[in-house]
């Protein structure tokens, strides 16, 4: 490849990153509401962007299922039931459990183990207060993030994290989907101290190498995540839609 050619594609694919996220943060902010109806031209004025990364824009996102392609062109902004959303939870959830396992089975590298439980070591130190402040639960949520993350590298691999990555984009399926959600909740804490037990113990499975143990407590990690998004619709079903949250609208009401 020549120089002039890697020159020309850089500024491409950055530009193609930028008008992917500028699109998805319009429909989780709630400016482009579910349902409603996405012209390529009307995005390309909108963002100030050329229509080739905006076109790559909108065929990503309707891959991560935010958007849907209509058949005379354009697209719609999806919807989603509560049971979509749990749907996508536990193929996470599944998907972990496999990855925990495989590092488990593979032998994990130590320098990432090490990684891990440094990251562990930093959300016990967040935790160690007695109630949380918004600080508080947005640095657990990066470093929630960051954990997870060093275990998809702890299992090695690179094909079954792609899939994973394009689960946890999904509307509410990450890690910490729910989390900043619950900031208020009195149980708030109790349960990120229950997720964190099981971070440690997950961990303490791929280092003994039990597989099998990792998966199933994987596993089970991700079914905090369907008790908060339980707890959420509640709420938000009488009407309580955090202001932090406003993505919880694409949510379909029963």
Do not use: W
């Amino acid at each position: 490849m020549t120089t002039s050619a890697i020159t020309t594609e850089a500024p491409l694919e950055s530009a193609q990153v930028r008008a992917l996220l500028q699109l998805r943060e319009l429909i989780l902010s709630g400016e482009l509401p579910g349902g409603s109806r996405i012209a390529e031209l009307a995005i390309v004025e909108r963002l100030g962007v050329s229509r080739t990364p905006i076109r790559a824009a909108l065929m990503r996102l309707e891959q991560e299922g935010l958007l849907q392609a209509l058949p005379n062109g354009g697209y719609v902004v999806q919807t989603f039931s509560e049971r979509d959303i749990a749907d996508a939870i536990e193929l996470r959830g599944t998907l972990e459990g496999l990855l925990a396992r495989l590092a488990a089975e593979r032998g994990a590298p130590s320098v990432v183990l090490a990684e891990a439980k440094q990251c562990l070591d930093r959300i016990d130190a967040v935790l160690s207060t007695s109630a949380l402040s918004e600080q508080g639960f947005a640095d657990y949520v990066s470093l929630n993030s960051q954990f997870h993350t060093l275990v998809y590298e702890l299992a090695d691999s690179p094909t079954i994290a792609r899939q994973l990555e394009r689960v946890a984009s999904l509307p509410f399926a990450s890690p910490s989907g729910f989390v900043v959600m619950q900031a208020h909740s009195p149980q708030a804490r109790d349960m990120l101290v229950v997720a964190q037990d099981q971070h440690r113990q997950v961990l303490d499975a791929i280092e003994r190498r039990e597989g099998a143990r990792a998966e199933a407590i994987m596993r089970e990690h991700s079914r905090l995540a369907q008790r908060n998004l339980r707890e959420v619709l509640a709420g938000h079903a009488l009407g309580r839609t955090p202001a932090s949250m406003p993505a919880l609208k694409l949510i379909r009401r029963r």
